[in-house]
């Protein structure tokens, strides 16, 4: 992957302190969406509509052993079908958002396309090669993962620049001499100022250190960025800024995303696509202005009708002294 130009790092920064919240951009009218989408389909129907990411008849299963159960069954362990037959793939240049409630597999299944769980069932093929157990050294460059929880994916012990560091030094991405000047690129392009290379964690707030996991994703160059509900866990202050970031890195870079969520506004601003999950099986799948506009299946109609909406109303004026 080339190297972003200064103008490209320029745009692709964001920041979220004093300033406050930053603005989501205004989401596309229907209509947009669709044509949109009509013309990213003809790019990648002209480009053969590479998968660089796909996972088929996809099956995760997890035995819970102990407890009552296991006692009432003599042993026998419950299983827990967490993903259970998905197919799904990300295409080149687009953006794939999962959907669903909290507990319907979303997580499970993107750390299966990540390669950090080997699957009951079913296969999981980076640009076509199908991963065998773990992903190789060269698999794990292609597709990078942005975890949910800021908190706990970075280690309190080690600073900024020892992270990024890190994994430019075990994949070989530059030569040692050059770590530290790609380091400070990579602070750069997620918006965060050069002296954060010398802090620790605790010493950013969760947007800043979201940041920090971002820029560790894009430290190996992938081509596709698994998002695990990456605003969840932040002050909705700094949701718009960290989505904001992820279409500049998008169009700067080129990558491809699977971005999951069970937010649906977010899901609708950002994806090109949409597969709705639910009980471990993607029950509907189209392009995005399709779904919200004519949702085919029960589950994804009460989705969308589980979205909060400002009606207009007038407010009773209250009569009396007040208190």
């Not at 290379?197 to 707030?205: A, T």
């Not at 996991?213 to 992938?222: F, S």
Request: with cysteine.
């Amino acid at each position: 992957m080339s190297e972003p130009s200064n103008e490209a790092l320029r745009q692709a920064q964001g920041t979220e302190g004093a300033q406050g919240a930053t603005a989501l951009r205004p989401a596309q009218s229907a209509e947009g969406q669709a044509q949109g989408a009509t013309a990213l389909r003809q790019a990648q129907s002209a480009e053969g509509a590479e998968e660089l990411l796909a996972v088929q008849d996809l099956h995760q299963h997890f035995a819970r052993r102990g407890g009552l159960w296991a006692r009432l069954n003599r042993g026998a362990p419950a299983v827990v079908k967490a993903v259970d037959g998905v197919s799904l793939a990300v295409r080149r240049g687009e953006t794939v958002g999962l959907v669903g409630e909290s507990g319907c597999g979303k997580s499970t299944l993107s750390r299966c396309a990540a390669g950090l769980y080997v699957p009951t069932a079913g296969s999981v093929r980076y640009a076509g090669q199908q991963l065998r157990g773990t992903p190789s050294r060269q698999q794990r460059r292609l597709v990078q993962m942005v975890f949910q929880d800021p908190y706990s994916s970075l280690n309190p012990r080690m600073t900024v620049g020892q992270t990024l560091g890190e994994v430019l030094r075990y994949h070989r991405i530059v030569p040692r001499e050059q770590v530290r000047g790609r380091v400070r690129e990579l602070v750069e392009l997620v918006g965060l100022p050069s002296r954060a290379i010398d802090q620790l964690p605790r010493s950013f707030s969760g947007g800043q250190r979201q940041r920090i996991g971002i820029a560790r994703a894009l430290a190996l160059e992938p081509k596709v960025l698994i998002a695990d509900e990456p605003v969840s866990a932040l002050d909705v202050s700094v949701q718009a800024n960290i989505i904001n970031l992820l279409l500049d890195l998008k169009e700067t870079l080129g990558l491809s995303m699977l971005f999951v969520s069970h937010n649906m506004a977010v899901v609708r601003q950002i994806s090109d696509r949409i597969a709705v999950m639910h009980d471990g099986v993607v029950v509907e799948e189209g392009p995005t202005a399709d779904v919200f506009a004519r949702p085919q299946d029960a589950y994804t109609q009460l989705l969308l009708s589980s979205v909060p909406r400002l009606a207009a109303q007038r407010i009773p004026a209250v009569e009396g002294e007040l208190r």
